[in-house]
């Protein structure tokens, strides 16, 4: 009798427990999809995930099943999904599923309107393609219109490769800029500057007065896009102008980029000219201190390598337009090593012949290691950052953009990791510099809005400025190239 009430008791204790625990799970169910618990989690704008968080920020370098959380175009929290899903809570939710979530690219080095020059001349050295080519091209053809097709025609190809900041060193800016607004990219618009005439200037006069309007108009109207003034060259600008550049920029606290050293042509141009190299050149100007950035820079010495370092003078490298011009091959891994900000950049499509940063970012790693004999020479990790965070330092930027941090600005792009050129995937930072292309690209956000959405670019009626785009290069082929 006792060992039959035993089995009973225990039989008891059993369905008491398995009722508890039953009602415990509705209870904990209930809890997570109650208001009360979604009120408890903070609201935001948007939470966006990945497969992998690549963050450029060495405090959390890589998140697997990582999201972020984004609210007033900003990122305010960086976590693993089950942490973010916990504490956050959005209507708008993107999937990180087969997608890595990292900074978008940072174009630092460009003419974007020149798309509609693209293929007009190709396989010549940099004085012969621009004096003979380009520069009158520009004089015939470069209008407001010819800007505002060619300003939304490179929008769409930044936007659809995942560059989500450029830097514009053209002409009719205030065009270029009223096209950034609406295609809502960051932009550092640059209106170029040189001594001798260019499309609706007579000389540096105009032009650079011109520039300076622009600067005060639009520093602080729009927190995308960033005024600069861009004397173009030590070659074309007198070294009086180049004084009243860099002093303007200091007045009106802008940026200023210009090309340097570029060719052995200039090197040897400015060395007749005013005895010295064109990097010390600008020194004994005084035009070297951290709101510059120069494009190229091919040919720097050691010690012109030094004194950048010591000045803070960014760096843009722009591996495929050095190597179409055969300008050389920059030293990067000697400025790097010395501390110099270098960022990336295309160039105009002129000279490379797209705005595509995977292919500046896999020729970096590539083709450094065979001019130093050395497979170590500038690791993925490394190039993978001057495309993000290395350019924004370059630029003065990086307390606003180029990693994924709580503070900074919420400029992001997803990459699908499902094509058969990413798989199988054993480190994720390998596959982003040595396989990735910019079709891979699936999602970009700047700002907390989103630009492209499954491959599907939103802010830019891509139909209508490729007919405008064909028009223009129509009408070119006519006048320029009619044998064609």
Known sequence: MKSQFSKYYRLLVIFACTVLIAFAGQAAIAQNNSPWRNQRRQPVEMIVGGDFVVTM???????????????????????????????????????????????????????????????????????????????????????????????????????????????????KPDVAARVVDQCGLRAVIAPSSIDFPSPGFRGWDDAFAAAIDFVKRWKGRNPRIIPALAPHAPYTVSPEHLRQAIQAARQYDVPLTIHLAETQTEVQDIQQRYNATPVQHLENLGSL??????????????????????????VIHNPESNLKLASGFAPIPAMVQAGIQVGLGTDGAASNNDLDMWEAIRLTALIHKGT????????????????????????????????????????????????AHLTPLYDVISHLVYAAKAEDVDTVIVDGKVLMSERKVLTVDTKQVRREAIKIGEQIQAEIRPSN
């Open 57 to 171: 920020n060495d405090a959390q370098p890589v998140i697997k099943n990582g999201a972020v959380a984004l609210n007033d175009g900003k990122i305010v929290a960086v976590d693993t999904q089950d942490k973010i899903m916990a504490s956050y809570r959005s209507a708008k939710r993107l999937s990180g599923e087969g997608k890595v979530l990292m900074p978008g690219l940072v174009n630092g080095h460009s003419h974007t309107a020149m798309v509609l020059f693209r293929g007009l001349a190709d396989d010549l050295n940099l004085e012969d393609w621009l004096q003979n080519y380009i520069f009158p091209a520009e004089g015939q053809f470069v209008n407001e219109n010819f800007i505002r097709v060619g300003e939304t025609l490179a929008c769409w190809e930044m936007i659809s490769g995942g560059t989500t900041t450029f830097v514009d060193m053209y002409f």
């Open 289 to 314: 201190d951290p709101r510059v950035f120069a494009a190229h820079v091919v040919w720097p010495n050691e010690s012109e390598i030094a004194l950048m370092a010591r000045r803070g003078v960014g």
């Open 372 to 419: 130093t004999l050395n497979p170590t020479t500038l690791p993925a990790r490394t190039v993978l950052r001057m495309a993000t965070l290395g350019g924004a330092e370059a630029l003065g930027l990086a307390d606003k953009i180029g990693a994924v941090k709580v503070g900074l600005q919420a400029d992001l792009i997803q990459v699908d990791l499902t094509s």
